[in-house]
């Protein structure tokens, strides 16, 4: 157990997620244009006339987002490396 002097700050980090539901008609139509474009995907998405591909759930009336507090200690401790990578963060 970790033991944190009285005048020195408590950091941690916050991960928030939530599930993602991708439209797969309108997620075509985009990947599609993307390779017309040769990769420009914000062309795509502006020519497409599709409405929205990709669903966040949190984003919807009465979605709810998932967080995970850890202390900062932890975060960079060798256990969350495998996380901190697969989010792309640097260490």
């Given at each position: 157990m970790a033991r944190f002097a009285r005048d020195r700050l408590i950091?941690?980090?916050?991960?928030?997620?939530?599930?993602?539901?991708?439209?797969?008609?309108?997620t075509n139509e985009v990947l599609g244009m993307t390779q017309y474009f040769g990769g420009a995907l914000g062309i795509a998405e502006a020519v497409v006339p599709s409405d929205k591909p990709v669903y966040?759930?949190?984003?919807?009336?009465?979605?709810?987002?998932d967080e995970a507090h850890i202390c900062i200690d932890c975060w960079y401790s060798e256990a969350f490396a495998p996380l901190r990578k697969a989010l792309g963060l640097k260490d």
């Open positions: 950091q941690w980090a916050v991960i928030r997620h939530s599930m993602v539901l991708l439209n797969p008609r309108e966040i759930m949190a984003e919807q009336e009465g979605g709810v987002w």
